[in-house]
């Protein structure tokens, strides 16, 4: 079955803008993870879903950023006022339910540059 | 204090040759578990290999497995017969777990490992 998608695959925006990147995850996962991954790191969590609800947003660099699941598929991550240090490719993985010993399945991500 | 730790910034193998990627964990949980994934040129996160930390036997996948020693915290990934298309940057994560139903398993990653195979 198809895998994890992201849109856009690249995104180049302005200092101050704003961006939207989505994610649609492996069908019938309702566990939704986003990820921030710097050039030569390995990548680090920003938000999880569970279902509709974002159970854990403690990620999240600052207001900035949010992230919404609105029908508990697709998501989308929204960052206000776009900085140069949010540069990074953006990672979205699907896990079945959450659960610990679940494989979380990763999309091809969003590189975003900021100018 | 590094949650996961991957000693090898880079590595150069001969095609054909085995290889062991370092990875070391800190956690005070029971239930834990360690995932290997690999990150070609192309960007995107390929899982490969599972080890929970319950598991009595360690983990393989093919030609991935999955050098498990709980007392020293450590869970190394081994590739037996390096082909050019293992050339890619390697993880390792972890996905700490005692909690709840509603609990977040995010993953936390280490550096990751450069590996390079040579024809």
């Not at chain 1, 309702?30 to 050039?39: D, E, G, K, P």
């Not at chain 1, 938000?47 to 207001?63: E, H, K, W």
């Not at chain 2, 239930?31 to 192309?42: R, V």
């Amino acid at each position: 079955g198809a895998g994890v998608s992201q849109t856009p695959s690249n995104k180049v925006t302005e200092k101050g803008k704003y961006v939207e990147l989505r994610c649609d995850p492996i069908s019938g996962h309702t566990a939704l993870y986003w990820y921030r991954q710097s050039l030569g790191q390995g990548p680090e969590f920003l938000i999880y879903f569970q279902g509709t609800g974002a159970a854990d947003d403690s990620g999240l660099p600052n207001d900035r950023f949010f992230a919404v699941r609105p029908e508990g598929s697709v998501s989308t991550l929204k960052i206000q006022r776009t900085e140069r240090g949010d540069s990074a490719v953006y990672l979205c993985a699907s896990s079945a339910a959450g659960a610990r010993q679940e494989t979380q399945y990763f999309g091809p991500g969003t590189r975003l540059l900021v100018l | 204090a590094q949650k996961i730790t991957q000693t090898q910034p880079g590595m150069f193998v001969q095609e054909k040759e085995a290889v062991t990627l370092d990875c070391t964990y800190d956690t005070s949980d029971q239930s834990y578990g360690l995932f290997w994934y690999k990150q070609p040129s192309s960007g995107e996160m390929i899982f490969l290999i599972y080890q929970g930390s319950y598991d009595e036997q360690n983990a393989t996948e093919g030609r991935y497995s999955l050098n498990f020693q709980k007392a020293r915290k450590s869970a190394n990934l081994v590739i037996s017969a390096s082909q050019l298309g293992d050339s890619a940057m390697y993880f390792c994560a972890m996905r700490e777990g005692s909690l709840g139903m509603d609990s977040n398993y995010q993953l936390i990653w280490g550096a990751g490992t450069k590996l390079i195979i040579k024809p």
